[in-house]
Structure formats: C-alpha cells, structure tokens
C-alpha cells in the first residue's frame, strides 16, 4: 500500500455500508487517527481491526500531530476517520489534511456513507445545485440572520441538526422562508428507526411537534432553494451579470454568466434589460 494519508468514509449507522476496501485499509495502517478512539475501536472490533488507535480532533495538542508526522515522514500510512460517515463533513480532520498536502504527503480519498449527500439522494428536491451549509448557529439571533442570508438562494439547502434544537430550526426556517417552503427530514438514515419526511416545513413543524420520537439521534434537513422567476436571479448571480455588463455588451455577458451557472441565457438577458429600464 503506498504511504500516505488515506481520509476513510465509516458507516453513518448501518455497519453493512463499510466498504471492503475500507476495510482492507484501516487493516493494513500503521495508525488509525480517530475523532473519538472509544467509538471508533467497536468498529474496529466488528471486523477485527487490531491497527493502533490515536485520538485526532479540532482541539488535538502537537502531539497527535507529530505522532501522525512521524508515521508519514517514515513512509507509513495514517487513516483518518471520524465517528461516522465522511470525515470533514462536519467534522475535524482538514487542518490535519492540508498540513499533509503542506509537507507532500500523499493524500487519497476512501469514499463511502455521507449523510449529507445519501438525504440529498432521497429528498425528491432539486440536485443540480446545492448548498451544504451543516449545522446553524445555536443561538436564536444568530441562526436567524444566518437564514435570513441564505433565504434568497436557487440552489437546494442542507442543513445537520441536533435533536434538541430541530423544533427551534424548522420555527425559524418558517419565520424567515416561510411556511410553504418544501423540506424534507432525513433521520436516523440507514438505522433501526430512520423517518424521512416530506413536506411543507408548516407540515414538518407540526409533524415533529406531534411526536417527540422525531427529536432523537441524527438529523438532516434539506431544504428547497426559492423558486426564480425567469427575470429573478439571486443576488450572487445578479452581481456576477452586472459586473459583466460594465465590461461586456449584454448578450455576451448573459452568455458567459449562463455558462458559469446553468440559468438560462435568456432569462439574464432579460433582467439587464429590464434593469435598464
């Protein structure tokens, strides 16, 4: 196996879903960087991995870091994994990833389960364009202008949340989007008890507060991206398209911005003639 870092995708809940070349990795490492090593090691011992465990996280001392160093510098090969699915969705391991690029490391992707992306695949919403944007702010202010930004944005929306907060989440994804916005609630994915919902998020807050069973374990929220009329672009796109404008005619600057997006060369082309009007 060549050395290297090797970021290792680990099940979200179903132990079915561990990849036989995940396996064949994490058997065959020198070292194995967990984000917590108690949860990861009855992983380990499901499929009889003995690899040495060392504790890696956002908050790790030099340490991990030079035990880590140590192993790759020796031509040895470190896996990294968190306590499910993908690691760096969400959580640690990127400082760990570009301090390995930094040093000219190799660094290779052991792909697998992502609750992001496996609530997407099932969401029934659009999957052209989306927007991970994990976990919202705690505190009530704060996730509110968070949500108040993004309210405008096409593309569809996903969200982790916890269990205590997912009532909080949906009353402000109601206050800001409005109570006919289409979400849908993915929990507990691939697990004994997994609910995916769909709905208005009106419907989702009267579903989830109905039945407290909704306000346990893992929590994705994808949401769908507001709706764009053919002359409404959201703001990111409609900055891009008058930018262009000042140094392009019209219809070329509605080409370049169509082939950089998706939206339609005509549709933008109609907005900067009616913002010229």
Do not use: W
């Not at 705690?138 to 949500?147: C, G, H, V, Y």
Request: glycine share 8%.
């Amino acid at each position: 196996m060549e050395s290297g870092l090797y970021v290792v995708a680990t099940p979200i809940g179903n132990l079915g879903d561990m990849s036989s070349r995940a396996v064949e990795i994490l058997r065959h490492a020198d070292l194995i960087a967990a984000e917590d090593t108690r949860h990861s090691l009855r992983l380990l011992e499901h499929f009889g991995i003995e690899t040495r465990l060392i504790a890696y996280h956002d908050h790790s001392d030099m340490r991990s870091v030079d035990k880590i160093d140590e192993c790759l510098g020796g031509g040895g090969v470190v896996a990294l994994v968190s306590d499910a699915g993908t690691p760096l969705i969400s959580d640690p391991g990127y400082r760990l990833v570009r301090y390995a690029h930094e040093q000219s490391y190799a660094v290779r992707a052991v792909p697998g389960p992502c609750a992001a992306i496996a609530a997407l695949s099932v969401s029934g919403l659009a999957t052209d364009r989306f927007y991970f944007e994990g976990f919202l702010p705690a505190k009530t202010i704060a996730r509110a202008n968070r949500l108040r930004a993004l309210k405008g944005e096409a593309a569809t929306l996903i969200f982790y949340e916890a269990p205590h907060r997912i009532l909080d989440c949906l009353a402000a994804l109601e206050a800001e989007f409005g109570p006919d916005r289409q979400v849908m609630m993915a929990r507990e994915i691939t697990k004994a008890f997994e609910t995916v919902k769909c709905g208005t998020v009106s419907e989702l807050l009267d579903f989830v507060g109905g039945d407290s069973n909704q306000r346990r374990g893992e929590i994705v929220l994808v949401v769908a991206g507001k709706p764009q009329t053919d002359t409404e672009l959201d703001e990111a796109t409609a900055a891009l398209l008058r930018r262009l404008a000042e140094e392009l005619p019209a219809k070329r600057a509605a080409a370049v911005v169509a082939d950089i997006t998706g939206v339609r060369k005509k549709a933008l082309y109609q907005f900067l003639l009616d913002e010229k009007q």
